[in-house]
């Protein structure tokens, strides 16, 4: 399954409404419709406690017909790695998917994860198997199924790798934190020597595909990635070459055997002819530039 588009051309849809618009995707996201003359509105858990029984009817009175419901909300792994967060945020998707059997949305943009697929596989299309190998792998996949299964509205499944950019408070291991960590102690710790490759996209790029996927009304499935993977040793060593200031990459002794992720990015350059994405560099320096702004008041 790969993603086709209901229209050739973009077509602005009626409304756009964002489900965990208060996340670091979230924000973004709403500004870029604000950008694109897009009528949007966002939903956090203070209008809609998705995890609550009371979600679908709740849900069904915020939305209009023809609307574009975007799913981004869940509860992160710092959130909580335990079978309890999961039961959660599968009830998040349970009540999306009810919601959607009174409520007449144009589509259902469900924000997933790479982390549905195992490090074995090194190279990643849409066809590779989707076999988690942990709770927060295995509740992104669930709640595919259960969107799939159940969802009356069509379903647009996107598998995000890294998103990075000004603004991410999930502080994961990449650009953000390593930028952080140059900024506040001077110091980048690596998890050995930072071999493991991975595919990181800016959250410019990743708003824009999600904004291209509802304005084509696109339905299927489709990998979000830049197709280009780099070391986290080469990223801190950027970060830290370009920080102002003094700043140590620090190796550590290896634990845990060194993995690797790559994407084959064909289906996507199929369906977005011409996309091309933020460089690496580019991207930290305005993270870089928005850091400092930002401690400058």
């Known amino acids: 399954m790969t993603l086709s588009h209901a229209h050739s051309n973009p077509q602005k849809p009626a409304r756009v409404v964002v489900l965990g618009s208060g ?14 003359g897009i009528e949007a509105t966002g939903l956090g858990s203070r209008d809609v406690n998705l995890a609550d ?14 609307d574009v419901l975007v799913f981004l909300a869940a509860l992160t792994p710092e959130k909580g790695r335990d079978s309890g ?11 999306v998917g009810e919601a959607t059997h009174s409520a007449e949305i144009a589509q259902l943009v469900y924000a997933s994860s790479e982390a549905v697929y195992s490090f074995a596989t090194a190279l990643i299309s849409e066809e ?22 159940e969802a009356k509205a069509p379903l647009a499944i996107l598998r995000l790798t890294a998103v990075y950019g000004a603004g991410d408070t999930h502080n994961s291991y990449g650009p953000n ?14 998890f050995g020597n930072g071999e493991e490759t991975r595919d990181h996209l800016h959250v ?7 904004l291209k996927v509802v304005t084509h009304g696109s339905t299927g499935l489709l990998n979000l990635a830049t197709g280009k993977s780099e070391t986290f040793r080469a990223v801190a060593d950027m970060i830290a070459a370009r920080a102002g200031r003094p700043v140590e990459v620090a190796p550590s002794a290896r634990q845990n055997p060194a993995t690797h992720r790559h994407f084959d990015t064909t289906n996507l350059l199929r369906a977005f002819p011409g996309k091309r994405f933020k460089p690496l560099g580019d991207g930290w320096a305005a993270m870089l530039a928005d850091a400092k702004a930002d401690a400058r008041g």
Do not use: W
């Open 85 to 95: 967060t999961l039961m959660r945020n599968l009830a998040m998707a349970r009540a």
């Open 177 to 190: 934190r390593f930028l952080h960590q140059a900024l506040k102690d001077a110091r980048i710790p690596l």
């Open 53 to 66: 029984a009371s979600a679908p009817a709740r849900l069904v009175r915020q939305l209009r017909p023809k």
């Open 128 to 149: 590779t198997p989707a076999v988690p190998l942990d709770l927060y792998g295995a509740m992104h996949r669930t709640r595919e199924l259960i969107l799939a299964g």
């Open 204 to 210: 410019d790029d990743a708003v824009d595909l999600i």
């Open 23 to 36: 996340g670091f995707l979230g924000r973004h996201l709403l500004q870029a419709c604000a950008a694109a």
